[in-house]
């Protein structure tokens, strides 16, 4: 009460419960200690979280990353638990490309009005996801945002760390014309290009539960096939062969990630040769998008590229599909401006 005996303003009634959220954090203490291992020195409930890196670990290296509005498209589902594990899946995926081993996960989940059980499908399947590929969830934040998310919208963030060994940081400056490039299969639109996906579902009035024969599935079954993680075949691969570079194929598709890992003087040129999952197709179609909009919003089919010696070529292919990854081999390297040809 306030100093005149009425009722004042709270932070409840502004839209934000705290008691709430700390019953839901209480909750999830112990699915986020299922991640740790003798490293965490610091996990849930401290300010910061903290993990000793081994002697001699070389490299820390942390990327970080949202899910995008791939989000809007789960929750309208019902389906928020593929977002949890998809953030943790981009991070290790951005990690392996510099060569580094995943060690710890911070989360952010934003929302107007808390959901305690969609934040808990949340980080039960981040959990699950860290356990997987050897990251200890650390903690995170929840953040209760009335006014700046509408209805049952949420964001949700990652920030991963890894440590890279000092000699096996993988930087892109090895590359030279005569390099193959292999591309790893997606599983379809990763976490990239859903607001065009999106505007093309909202203008096609296309029924996301209704089977549709071209996709084999229904569109919501295909739009929310989860971000691949590529992170554990990839370290496997490293005992045995070093890529010169490695590239996460997310926004700006193909031509914008892979020009990423090559020096000066190197070019991609990419034939083509790999299987597109009919959901791309089926997009291009509903929306009438042009091939250029496509290949640059897109992943088209490639979740990952790995540029190899040629000597190599068949090895890695080999260490992939005994993975159960299907890899391809989708073009080489040549002399010229930085950039990416094709397909």
């Known amino acids: 009460m306030t100093p005149d005996g009425r009722p004042g303003l709270t932070y409840r009634a502004a839209g934000v419960d705290v008691d709430a959220k700390t019953r839901l954090l209480d909750r999830l203490t112990a699915t986020v200690a299922s991640t740790y291992s003798p490293a965490v020195a610091l996990g849930a409930g401290a300010f910061a979280g903290a993990v000793a890196l081994p002697v001699g670990a070389g490299f820390l290296v942390a990327t ?22 998809d953030i943790v899946a981009h991070g290790a995926n951005d990690l392996v490309c510099s060569g ?38 650390l903690g995170g934040e929840t953040a209760e945002m009335p006014g700046v998310y509408a209805g049952e919208a949420y964001d949700v963030v990652g920030t991963m760390l890894g440590v890279a060994p000092p000699d096996g940081l993988i930087t892109g400056t090895a590359v030279r014309p005569g390099d193959r490039i292999v591309g790893l299969a997606s599983t379809g639109l990763h976490t990239n290009g859903y607001a065009l996906a999106r505007r093309v579902l909202d203008a096609a009035g296309i029924d996301l539960d209704a089977a549709d024969p071209a996709l084999g599935t229904t569109p919501a079954d295909a739009l929310l096939q989860p971000h691949r993680c590529y992170a554990p075949a990839v370290l ?15 926004g700006g598709g ?23 999952p009919p959901v791309f197709d089926w997009l291009q179609r509903a929306g009438r998008i042009a091939d250029d909009e496509m290949r640059r919003t897109f992943n088209l089919g490639v979740g990952l590229a790995l540029v190899v010696r040629p000597r190599d070529t068949s090895v890695v292919l080999g260490h992939f599909a005994g993975a159960g990854l299907p890899a391809f081999d989708i073009g080489e390297v040549v002399e010229g401006p930085r950039g990416v040809d094709g397909p």
């Open 254 to 276: 193909l031509p914008a990630n892979l020009a990423r890992v090559l020096p000066e003087g190197c070019r991609a040129r990419l034939t083509g040769a790999w299987p597109r």
């Open 64 to 85: 970080v990353d949202g899910v995008g509005t791939k989000a809007l498209l789960a929750r309208r589902c019902g389906r928020d638990a593929v977002v949890g594990a």
């Open 100 to 137: 580094a081993r995943p060690l710890a996960f911070l989360d952010y989940v934003a929302m107007g009005r808390l959901d305690a059980g969609v934040v808990a499908t949340l980080v039960e399947a981040m959990a699950d996801a860290c356990r997987a590929v050897g990251a200890a969830l």
């Open 236 to 250: 496997a691969l490293l005992e045995r062969v070093r890529p010169a570079a490695v590239a996460h194929i997310t």
